[in-house]
Each structure stands twice: as structure tokens, then as C-alpha cells.
């Protein structure tokens, strides 16, 4: 099946044909690794899961190479380490692991290779050689900066003229800078900060810029043009722009054929900022809500759209994950189906239907129950394998339905254990009332109380 993905080089939706389908390359931007990772950070990495999945369904697992780096050198980890005094490996290292630890929360599959930025020092050195050599760069008392006027297309991803930029006057200006565009290949070291954060070049010692840290990483493990390039639209300007200016000016080449934006998360209608006070962090949400829940909901909208995170989002997320594990339940015995999942590749094919691809996991819960009612088990086996084939593609359905009756955060089986104790004393203390408006109550969050010899038990449906 083709797939067609949108490509902000172009705006348009486009067939997708690799280079070389035996190594198909893909690259996400990652984070930089000073502080936990937020719902909106967790966006590109599930979106993108999705498509590394879908790549690796089309061309086959090994023909896939998937990287998403780590940032662990910047600004923002140079001060939040003077700050607080820690040692930057220490900070990189705990957050780099939290990190991977709440996108495994997300079922998020580890990337083929996850690049360190501070491991590829000598390729950006090399890259930022080239570029002075090629005369796309100069040497400032601050560091070497990006000439955007030497390049003829500066600003083709973003549709962004060098013009505009100046008229914005969004950059600051610095004397230093020869267009206020210009941007920092490599960084000479201030008094004061950390060895770590320092290294020996041909300029002087310093740091790389970030936007050489992705060109350097990207011509290291997956090569000089590569098949898709992804994430967040944030990235698109400038951080995109002058990865594709670096790469292009030093190789001669464009830098990646596809490119993918994924759009933000807000938070019940507002962006979602410190000041605003509504960070949500995936590490809390995760202790709230089982992760399939997040990621349901995260996947909920298509990718390209922005994407409004409400209680009501992830309530509904619940609802409907419930009801297709509810299914699965019904034909979890029921053995042997050969696997179908052509309508949810089919969805996603088509840059990334997520939408489509939920109802039709939802359209094959209801196959599952109709197959339960008629008591067909060869129909019964063939809805359990499509199910957990379609879930597949998603990453969702990755638990027994047992295992989900059950899941959820230990503090919301804690609570459900609380209300279903509650409802057993008002019983004996023959408040028949309380204990069916208790009964009641959970029964909208589509908790069922069993009472039988032994006690009262729930499950969820
Ligand atoms: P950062 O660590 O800030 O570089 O961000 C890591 C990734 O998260 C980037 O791909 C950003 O585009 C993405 N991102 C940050 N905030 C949001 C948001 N509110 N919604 C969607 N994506 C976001
Ligand atoms: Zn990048």
C-alpha cells in the first residue's frame, strides 16, 4: 500500500517512496534532557511511534533505522547545572532516563539508534569546517555564526525570507552578526561554565550550536539525505530551517526528502506554559492514568491539527479503551484467527489517519461482540487476532484484557477498592441507599461490583 504523507517542503500530501526501501531513514528531533518531559513533548514521540510502526509493517522491521536523540548540551542545561550546582552528566543522565521511562509509560518503541549530541563533537566540528571552508560561515567574538544570505534558498521549509526576519526584528540584533538571521554554528566558552560543557576547536573552545547538533547527528548514523525528517511545528522555524541550511550548504544535498510537523497541545484551550501554571508532566499523568489512556487520547486527533487536552479527552479516551478491551475479553479464548489489518494500515497510510484508525479498532470491537453473540468461534478468533493486530499498529491493546480489568494507576484501584468497601459496610449497616447510589457511581465509570460468597469484587467493563 502507498503511503502518502504530508511534506512541509511543498504543503502538500505526497506518495512516499524511499530511497532505498531496505534502509529507510527516519529522524525525530528529541528533547533536551534538564527537566521532565510534558504531555505536549510526549506528542511527536507517540505520533511518530505510529509512523516508525507503519514503516516497519511496510518495509519490514530491520529495513527501518529510526533516530531520536538526545540533546545533552545547551543553554538550558549549562544554567539549570550553575544553578544548581550538579554536574551536567548528572542532570542529562537522570532526565535522558526518565525520558525513555515515561515513553515506554506511552508504549512508545525505543528508536533504532538513540544519538547523544555529546558524542558526535567531531562530526559537528567537521561540519562547521566545511562550511567555513565553503565560505557559508565567519568567525565573531562570540563564536562562528551561519551566513543565511550565502544561501540562495534559505527559508524554503517555512516559507521565511531573510526580509521578513529582519522586518520582525524578532532575532536580536547583535553587532556581531552580519544578518540578524545569522545563527551560531559553534559557541565560544564564557567564564565560568562547566568543563563539562566545553570542547577544543579550530576556533577556540566552546559548545556547538543547537541546530549543528541534529545536522552532525543525522550525517553520523543515517547519512547525508535522508527519507523523513519529523517534529513539532515549533521546530519548523527556526530550528528545522537552519538544520537544512548547515546540512545542504556542507553536503551539497538536500537534507531530507519528507518532512513532518506534528501540530501543539493545548491545554483546555490554552497553551499550555509555566507562567500559565498548567504544565501537565507525562511522569503525573502517568501515576493518574494507565498510559494506553494517554496515548488514545494523544492519538485521537491527526497530527497536523492542533490537539485540545481535556479532562474530557482523556474520560472518553477511557470509555472507549474500556469497551474495546471489554470485547477482547469476550474472544480472548478464542484462538487461531489469521491476522487482518488492512483497514487501520490503509487509515494510516494516508498521512496518518489516526482518527480513522481508532474507529475502526472500535468497528472491530464490535465484530468481537457480535461474534460472541452468535457463539462463532472460527469468527470469534479471526475478530481477537485483528484486534490485537490493529492494536499493534497503534501500540494499544498491548495488555491481557485481565491485566486492564484491573490496571490503571495503584491509586485509582485503590479508590475503586475504598468505594467498593464502602458499599459492603453500608449494606451491613442495612443503608441500602448509599450502597446503590455507591454501585451506582461506579457504574458510570463502567465499574461492575460482583457480589458473591467470598465478598464484593468489580471489574471493569
Ligand atoms: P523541546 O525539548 O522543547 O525541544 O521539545 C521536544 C519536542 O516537543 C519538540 O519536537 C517540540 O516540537 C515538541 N513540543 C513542545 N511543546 C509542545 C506542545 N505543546 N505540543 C506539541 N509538541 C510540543
Ligand atoms: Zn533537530
Known amino acids: 500500500m502507498t503511503i502518502r504523507l504530508h511534506n512541509t517542503?511543498?504543503?502538500?500530501k505526497q506518495d512516499f517512496v524511499p530511497q532505498d526501501p531496505s534502509r529507510v531513514t527516519l529522524y525525530v528531533c528529541g528533547p533536551t534532557v534538564?527537566?521532565?518531559?510534558?504531555?505536549?513533548?510526549?506528542?511527536?514521540?507517540?505520533?511518530?511511534?505510529?509512523?516508525?510502526?507503519?514503516?516497519?509493517?511496510?518495509y519490514g522491521e530491520d529495513a527501518v533505522v529510526y533516530a531520536r536523540n538526545i540533546t545533552d548540551v545547551e543553554d538550558k542545561?549549562?544554567?539549570?547545572?550553575?544553578?544548581?550546582?550538579?554536574?551536567?552528566?548528572?542532570?542529562?543522565?537522570k532526565y535522558a532516563d526518565i525520558y525513555n521511562a515515561d515513553l515506554a509509560g506511552l508504549n512508545v518503541l525505543p528508536p533504532t539508534i538513540e544519538p547523544w549530541?555529546?558524542?558526535?563533537?567531531?562530526?559537528?566540528?567537521?561540519?562547521?569546517?566545511t562550511l567555513v571552508d565553503k565560505g557559508y560561515a565567519y568567525?565573531?567574538?562570540?563564536?562562528?555564526?551561519?551566513?543565511?544570505?550565502?544561501?540562495?534558498?534559505?527559508?524554503?521549509?517555512?516559507?521565511?525570507?531573510?526580509?521578513?526576519?529582519?522586518?520582525?526584528?524578532r532575532v536580536a540584533v547583535s553587532d556581531e552578526k552580519r544578518n540578524p538571521a545569522d545563527f551560531a554554528l559553534w559557541k565560544f566558552a564564557k567564564e565560568g561554565e562547566p568543563e563539562a560543557a566545553i570542547w577544543d576547536s579550530p576556533w577556540g573552545r566552546g559548545r556547538p550550536g543547537w541546530h549543528i547538533e541534529c545536522s552532525a547527528m543525522i550525517a553520523s548514523h543515517l547519512g547525508t539525505t535522508i527519507d523523513i525528517h519529523a517534529g513539532g511545528i515549533d521546530l519548523q522555524f527556526p530550528h528545522h530551517e537552519n538544520e537544512i541550511a548547515q546540512s545542504e550548504c556542507a553536503h551539497g544535498a538536500p537534507m531530507a526528502r519528507f518532512w513532518l510537523h506534528n501540530g501543539f497541545l493545548d491545554m483546555e484551550g490554552e497553551k499550555m506554559s509555566k507562567s500559565l501554571g498548567n504544565v501537565k508532566l507525562v511522569h503525573d499523568l502517568l501515576e493518574q492514568w494507565p498510559g494506553e489512556v494517554l496515548r488514545m487520547a494523544l492519538l485521537s486527533g491527526h497530527y497536523r491539527a492542533p490537539l485540545d487536552w481535556t479532562r474530557d479527552l482523556l474520560e472518553q479516551a477511557k470509555t472507549t479503551l474500556g469497551r474495546i478491551y471489554g470485547a477482547?475479553?469476550?474472544?480472548?479464548?478464542?484462538?487461531?484467527g489469521t491476522a487482518n489489518d488492512t483497514a487501520v494500515v490503509k487509515a494510516l497510510s494516508d498521512d496518518l489517519n489516526t482518527p480513522i484508525a481508532l474507529a475502526e479498532l472500535s468497528r472491530l470491537a464490535s465484530e468481537a461482540h457480535q461474534a460472541a453473540d452468535a457463539d462463532d468461534t472460527a469468527r470469534m478468533a479471526q475478530a481477537r487476532a485483528d484486534l490485537l493486530a490493529a492494536?499493534?499498529?497503534?501500540?494499544?491493546?498491548?495488555?491481557?484484557?485481565e491485566e486492564w480489568a484491573h490496571g490503571g494507576s495503584d491509586d485509582e484501584i485503590a479508590r475503586i477498592d475504598a468505594l467498593v468497601q464502602a458499599r459492603v459496610d453500608a449494606r451491613q449497616a442495612k443503608n441500602f441507599a448509599e450502597a446503590d447510589r455507591i454501585r451506582d457511581e461506579l457504574a458510570k465509570e463502567g465499574i461492575e461490583i460482583m457480589d458473591g460468597p467470598q465478598g464484593s469484587t468489580w471489574r471493569r467493563n
Open 391 to 401: 492494536g499493534q499498529m497503534l501500540g494499544l491493546l498491548r495488555q491481557s484484557p
Open 328 to 336: 477482547l475479553q469476550r474472544v480472548w479464548e478464542a484462538d487461531g
Open 77 to 93: 542545561i549549562i544554567a539549570r547545572a550553575l544553578e544548581e550546582g550538579t554536574p551536567i552528566p548528572e542532570i542529562t543522565n
Open 9 to 12: 517542503l511543498g504543503r502538500e
Open 139 to 169: 568567525t565573531a567574538p562570540s563564536g562562528v555564526f551561519f551566513d543565511v544570505a550565502k544561501m540562495d534558498d534559505y527559508g524554503k521549509l517555512s516559507g521565511r525570507n531573510i526580509e521578513d526576519n529582519e522586518a520582525g526584528a
Open 34 to 58: 534538564y527537566n521532565y518531559a510534558h504531555i505536549g513533548n510526549a506528542r511527536p514521540a507517540v505520533v511518530f511511534d505510529v509512523l516508525f510502526r507503519l514503516l516497519r509493517r511496510t
Open 117 to 129: 549530541a555529546t558524542k558526535n563533537i567531531d562530526r559537528m566540528v567537521e561540519i562547521t569546517q
